[in-house]
């Protein structure tokens, strides 16, 4: 998000971008035409599948309260039908709540509703060129859950013991406001492996199957069998 | 060590085990030998007497029919004489001149009774006296002669000893004289064989009734209540009168002779029991003597009970001495204990009196003076003092458990208070997650939709930037008052690093870069006392210097310094720097910014913000040369204020 990079001709990239309210559904939809991208724009959960019956996508941006159902069941759906579409919640604060629900179900990152229209552009420039985002408040939230309290803490479930001590220290590093270079020069780490390691924590995050939640609430104590 | 260390070792400490018990038993002995030795010394001394002058003992003595001269102090070998007892005559001169003084006839000691007769007239019938008729006792007898029956010179005393058991008779050297020279040796006689017994037994009853109250109130330990029957019985002995003549009520109290072998075998119990021994139904055989003369005395007659008393009781008291003297000193050496210490020694010295006493019964002593009735009073001091000390030493065990359930109970009030705020913290932080949430929820449905509709219609219309603006501010202000409830576990840095997406976010469309330097590894020190309310003021004043630099200073460049110090003290503390190279302002004084209202509102409010969270703000800022630009240097408390109390 905080990255530029030049990425290639946008002309084939289509994005489907749901989004209920008008004028920030125009507004993104301008943004990202103006980049280039091809984008499906939808209001609804209905219309989202009607766009993705035509194809898959190569990037969802997808809000989540939507009037007709919930935009997670959108994101859960369109990961197992296209595994390759780049996922992207829009959020208006960017908090938890929202994003890390998105993120366990196969999103990755989130988009801010009121984003420049540049940062909207090179937001998925770098999501297409596979570099996933990682908010500073989002890795705050999943290191925090790394650390063991005597009871599970408020908010959203979220299982991190799939997590690596090098990737729990990257995302201190991202929490605590630290750049990317300056995180893989304290972990002795070269700059450009960093953000297959958020890559890789992104997927460590998500649930993939009923039985797989049923064995990791297992795991975790939260279920005695 | 080896492997045989192990045998050798108990083996030695054993041997040290023993080695210390003998020579504990040996200082014991010592020591009671040195009591017996000390208690044959004082009563081998012989008690004062009065100006020998005075002494008449030339006596001409008619016993059982027969008439010869003898000299006092005389042993009858008679048992019983009542009905033909001895009779002493003898002479005494009274000088001329002294018919103005009284005089009398002072008989120290004698068993059982005696009739005093001068010049044929009777002055002193010691039968009288209950107190004197007890062989046990060493009452004395005074009487004033009237001064019609005597005359100057020679005058003729007659002395009657009547005797009835159950020892023999004896009669001690008597004095006559002016009353004014007997007195006093009397009334020491009298103090130490009459008054004495008597102010022990009260002693007696007092302990009778503190040990049958502590009986009765600690029911699982006999030991008080028949060490209580042992001093009621005593307190009944010394204060119930023994008259001499046949009455229906005399065989009433001849019980009281039974006493001495009942009292002393209720002692010998108490002195097992003290010894930690189990009451066992064999042990009434130590209550057969008392019993036996009991019923000798109701059934039988005096002669009898006489006669048994000498068999049975006198032998009962010596036996239950030695047995009490044997258990008290393994009691006393076992336990260490002080209450079988004292009564050990106050056996001691009982069992010297009793033989002594028992020597002058057979008349191996030059006089006839028991003392074994008197040094029961050492017995009865042992036992005050044992009770004593045992009910100290219990105060001062409740004390001491007192006092360590205080401390328990403290200790545990302080980790349930512990707990209670840990407890309390906790619920706080989840009442504030759950309500960070309720919040966020509300702004998302309604504020924060609507926002974004602003910003979105606004950029539509083109013409009304100010309005986008604002809507913007808006969310980023929302943004940050969400963010600042999250729980951060007291590390400000959690918070810069959101703060620090904000600030580029903010900047990227003025072309503004932001240079983020922590100087230090680990950012800033951890505050655990770290409030949400600390970390809103700390990001808007920081969002202040942020706001400053692109609206009012030109700057190009952002600077963001974040470091530890260490003062002198060693504390450490946070210290945030925001450094922009732009315009720079001339700053007034009284520290506001010089010139431009805004500005100056701007660093007002900066300034109340760090210092209601207890931090330093210093601001520099320069118009000229190459340093130019406005620095402003943000120092943290080594500890956030609690309250908002310093609000300045």
């Given at each position: 998000?905080?990255?530029?990079?030049?990425?290639?001709?946008?002309?084939?990239?289509t994005v489907?971008?749901?989004?209920?309210?008008?004028?920030?559904?125009?507004?993104?939809?301008?943004?990202?035409?103006?980049?280039?991208?091809?984008?499906?724009?939808?209001?609804?959960?209905?219309?989202?599948?009607?766009?993705l019956?035509?194809?898959?996508?190569?990037?969802l941006?997808?809000?989540?309260?939507?009037?007709?159902?919930?935009?997670?069941?959108?994101?859960?759906?369109?990961?197992?039908?296209?595994?390759?579409?780049?996922?992207?919640?829009?959020?208006?604060?960017?908090?938890?709540?929202?994003?890390?629900?998105?993120i366990?179900?196969?999103?990755?990152?989130?988009?801010?509703?009121?984003?420049?229209?540049t940062?909207?552009?090179?937001?998925?420039r770098?999501?297409?060129?596979?570099?996933?985002?990682?908010?500073?408040?989002?890795?705050?939230?999943?290191?925090?859950r790394?650390?063991?309290?005597?009871?599970?803490?408020?908010?959203?479930?979220?299982?991190?013991?799939?997590?690596?001590?090098?990737?729990?220290?990257?995302?201190?590093?991202?929490?605590k406001?630290?750049?990317?270079?300056?995180?893989?020069?304290?972990?002795g780490?070269?700059?450009?492996?960093?953000?297959?390691?958020?890559?890789?924590?992104?997927?460590?995050?998500?649930?993939?199957?009923?039985?797989?939640?049923?064995?990791?609430?297992?795991?975790?104590?939260?279920?005695?069998? | 060590?080896?492997?045989?260390?192990?045998?050798?070792?108990?083996?030695?400490?054993?041997?040290?085990?023993?080695?210390?018990?003998?020579?504990r038993?040996i200082?014991?002995?010592l020591?009671?030998?040195?009591?017996?030795?000390?208690?044959?010394?004082?009563?081998l001394?012989s008690?004062?007497?009065?100006p020998?002058?005075?002494?008449v003992?030339?006596?001409q003595?008619?016993?059982?029919?027969?008439?010869?001269?003898?000299?006092?102090?005389?042993?009858?070998?008679?048992?019983?004489?009542?009905?033909?007892?001895?009779?002493?005559?003898?002479?005494?001169?009274?000088?001329?001149?002294?018919?103005?003084?009284?005089?009398?006839?002072?008989?120290?000691?004698?068993?059982?009774?005696?009739?005093?007769?001068?010049?044929?007239?009777?002055?002193?019938?010691?039968?009288?006296?209950?107190?004197?008729?007890?062989p046990d006792?060493?009452?004395?007898?005074?009487?004033?002669?009237?001064?019609?029956?005597?005359?100057?010179?020679?005058?003729?005393?007659?002395?009657?000893?009547?005797?009835?058991g159950?020892?023999?008779?004896?009669?001690?050297?008597?004095?006559?004289?002016?009353d004014?020279?007997?007195r006093?040796?009397?009334?020491?006689?009298?103090?130490?064989?009459?008054?004495?017994?008597?102010?022990?037994?009260?002693?007696?009853?007092?302990?009778?009734?503190?040990?049958?109250?502590?009986?009765?109130?600690?029911r699982?330990?006999?030991?008080?209540?028949?060490?209580?029957?042992a001093?009621?019985?005593?307190?009944?002995?010394a204060?119930?009168?023994t008259?001499?003549?046949?009455?229906?009520?005399s065989?009433?109290?001849?019980?009281?002779?039974?006493?001495?072998?009942?009292?002393?075998?209720?002692?010998?119990?108490f002195?097992?029991?003290?010894?930690?021994?189990k009451?066992?139904?064999?042990?009434?055989?130590?209550?057969?003597?008392?019993?036996?003369?009991?019923?000798?005395?109701?059934?039988?007659?005096?002669a009898?009970?006489?006669?048994?008393?000498?068999?049975?009781a006198?032998?009962?008291?010596?036996?239950?001495?030695?047995?009490?003297?044997?258990?008290?000193?393994?009691?006393?050496?076992?336990?260490?204990?002080?209450?079988s210490?004292?009564?050990g020694?106050?056996?001691?010295?009982?069992?010297?009196?009793?033989?002594?006493?028992?020597?002058?019964?057979?008349?191996m002593?030059p006089?006839?003076?028991?003392?074994?009735?008197l040094?029961?009073?050492?017995?009865?001091?042992?036992?005050?003092?044992?009770?004593?000390?045992?009910?100290?030493?219990?105060?001062?065990?409740?004390d001491?458990?007192?006092g360590?359930?205080?401390t328990?109970?403290?200790?545990?009030?302080?980790?349930?208070?512990?707990?209670?705020?840990?407890?309390?913290?906790?619920?706080?932080?989840a009442?504030?997650?759950?309500?960070?949430?309720?919040?966020?929820?509300?702004?998302?449905?309604?504020?924060?939709?609507?926002?974004?509709?602003?910003?979105?219609?606004?950029?539509?219309?083109?013409?009304?930037?100010?309005?986008?603006d604002?809507?913007?501010?808006?969310l980023?202000?929302?943004?940050l008052?969400?963010?600042?409830?999250?729980?951060?576990?007291?590390?400000?840095?959690?918070?810069?690093?959101?703060?620090?997406?904000?600030?580029?976010?903010?900047l990227r469309?003025h072309?503004?870069?932001?240079?983020?330097?922590?100087?230090?590894a680990?950012?800033?020190?951890?505050?655990?006392?770290?409030?949400?309310?600390?970390?809103?003021?700390?990001?808007r004043?920081?969002?202040?210097?942020?706001?400053?630099?692109?609206?009012?200073?030109?700057?190009?460049?952002?600077?963001?310094?974040?470091?530890?110090?260490?003062?002198?003290?060693?504390?450490?503390?946070?210290?945030?720097?925001?450094?922009?190279?732009?315009?720079?302002?001339?700053?007034?004084p009284?520290?506001?910014?010089?010139?431009?209202?805004?500005?100056?509102?701007?660093?007002?409010?900066?300034?109340?913000?760090?210092?209601?969270?207890?931090?330093?703000?210093e601001?520099?800022?320069?118009?000229?040369?190459t340093h130019?630009?406005?620095?402003?240097?943000?120092?943290?408390?080594?500890?956030?204020?609690?309250?908002?109390?310093?609000?300045?």
């Amino acid at each position: 998000m905080n990255s530029l990079s030049d990425g290639p001709k946008a002309e084939a990239i289509t994005v489907v971008l749901v989004e209920d309210d008008a004028p920030t559904l125009w507004r993104l939809q301008d943004a990202l035409a103006k980049a280039g991208y091809q984008v499906r724009a939808a209001g609804t959960l209905a219309e989202a599948r009607a766009c993705l019956a035509q194809g898959a996508p190569k990037v969802l941006l997808t809000d989540l309260q939507l009037p007709d159902g919930h935009g997670v069941d959108l994101i859960r759906e369109t990961r197992r039908r296209f595994p390759d579409t780049e996922i992207m919640v829009i959020s208006i604060l960017g908090d938890e709540e929202s994003v890390i629900s998105a993120i366990t179900v196969g999103a990755t990152g989130y988009l801010l509703k009121d984003a420049f229209p540049t940062d909207i552009a090179a937001t998925v420039r770098d999501l297409v060129a596979g570099h996933s985002p990682i908010s500073a408040s989002i890795a705050r939230f999943i290191v925090r859950r790394t650390q063991s309290t005597p009871e599970p803490p408020p908010g959203p479930a979220l299982n991190t013991t799939k997590l690596t001590p090098r990737e729990i220290d990257i995302l201190w590093g991202i929490a605590k406001g630290f750049s990317y270079a300056e995180i893989a020069s304290h972990l002795g780490l070269s700059r450009q492996t960093v953000p297959g390691h958020i890559k890789s924590i992104y997927r460590k995050l998500e649930v993939h199957t009923r039985g797989e939640a049923v064995f990791e609430a297992v795991q975790q104590g939260l279920i005695k069998l | 060590m080896n492997d045989h260390g192990d045998d050798v070792q108990p083996e030695l400490r054993g041997r040290a085990r023993r080695r210390l018990r003998s020579s504990r038993l040996i200082q014991y002995l010592l020591l009671q030998a040195a009591i017996t030795v000390a208690g044959v010394a004082v009563l081998l001394q012989s008690l004062p007497g009065p100006p020998t002058q005075y002494q008449v003992t030339a006596f001409q003595l008619t016993e059982a029919g027969a008439e010869r001269a003898v000299t006092l102090p005389y042993f009858s070998p008679l048992r019983n004489a009542m009905n033909d007892p001895p009779r002493f005559r003898g002479h005494f001169v009274r000088p001329a001149g002294e018919a103005s003084r009284a005089w009398s006839v002072f008989l120290p000691r004698f068993t059982n009774g005696v009739e005093v007769t001068v010049n044929d007239v009777v002055i002193l019938d010691s039968r009288r006296d209950p107190a004197a008729n007890r062989p046990d006792r060493n009452t004395p007898a005074i009487a004033v002669i009237p001064a019609s029956v005597l005359r100057d010179g020679d005058n003729a005393i007659s002395i009657r000893l009547f005797i009835w058991g159950p020892i023999t008779g004896f009669l001690d050297r008597i004095w006559v004289g002016p009353d004014e020279a007997l007195r006093p040796t009397y009334n020491l006689r009298t103090l130490v064989f009459v008054t004495l017994p008597v102010v022990f037994s009260s002693w007696q009853a007092i302990l009778a009734v503190i040990l049958g109250i502590m009986w009765v109130m600690r029911r699982h330990e006999p030991a008080y209540g028949v060490l209580a029957a042992a001093m009621a019985v005593g307190v009944g002995q010394a204060f119930l009168q023994t008259p001499m003549d046949e009455t229906p009520f005399s065989r009433f109290n001849v019980i009281l002779i039974s006493s001495a072998p009942i009292e002393s075998a209720l002692v010998l119990v108490f002195a097992l029991l003290l010894s930690g021994w189990k009451w066992q139904r064999y042990a009434w055989i130590i209550f057969i003597p008392g019993i036996a003369l009991a019923l000798a005395g109701l059934f039988g007659n005096q002669a009898l009970v006489r006669a048994l008393f000498l068999i049975l009781a006198v032998p009962m008291v010596g036996i239950s001495l030695l047995i009490m003297a044997v258990v008290t000193a393994r009691s006393a050496l076992q336990r260490q204990n002080v209450a079988s210490f004292l009564l050990g020694c106050a056996v001691t010295i009982m069992l010297t009196c009793w033989i002594v006493d028992l020597l002058s019964v057979f008349q191996m002593m030059p006089n006839r003076i028991f003392t074994a009735r008197l040094s029961y009073s050492a017995m009865l001091v042992a036992i005050g003092a044992g009770l004593t000390w045992r009910f100290a030493r219990a105060l001062n065990q409740v004390d001491g458990f007192a006092g360590r359930l205080v401390t328990q109970v403290r200790e545990a009030e302080e980790k349930l208070k512990a707990s209670f705020a840990r407890e309390e913290e906790r619920a706080r932080a989840a009442a504030l997650a759950r309500e960070r949430t309720r919040l966020m929820r509300d702004l998302h449905d309604g504020l924060g939709g609507q926002l974004v509709s602003i910003v979105a219609l606004s950029e539509r219309g083109n013409g009304s930037a100010g309005i986008g603006d604002a809507a913007r501010a808006a969310l980023k202000d929302l943004r940050l008052v969400i963010d600042s409830m999250d729980d951060i576990g007291g590390d400000l840095m959690l918070a810069l690093g959101s703060w620090r997406e904000r600030a580029m976010a903010q900047l990227r469309p003025h072309d503004i870069a932001l240079d983020w330097r922590a100087v230090t590894a680990q950012g800033l020190p951890v505050h655990p006392e770290l409030r949400p309310w600390h970390v809103i003021q700390i990001v808007r004043l920081l969002d202040e210097a942020v706001t400053n630099a692109v609206k009012h200073a030109e700057a190009r460049r952002i600077t963001v310094r974040i470091e530890t110090l260490v003062d002198a003290d060693g504390l450490e503390r946070g210290c945030i720097t925001v450094e922009d190279d732009g315009r720079g302002f001339e700053i007034a004084p009284d520290g506001g910014a010089a010139g431009a209202a805004k500005t100056a509102r701007g660093l007002r409010n900066m300034r109340s913000r760090a210092a209601r969270c207890g931090a330093e703000l210093e601001l520099s800022s320069s118009a000229q040369g190459t340093h130019k630009g406005t620095r402003v240097r943000l120092t943290l408390p080594h500890r956030f204020p609690d309250s908002d109390g310093a609000a300045g």
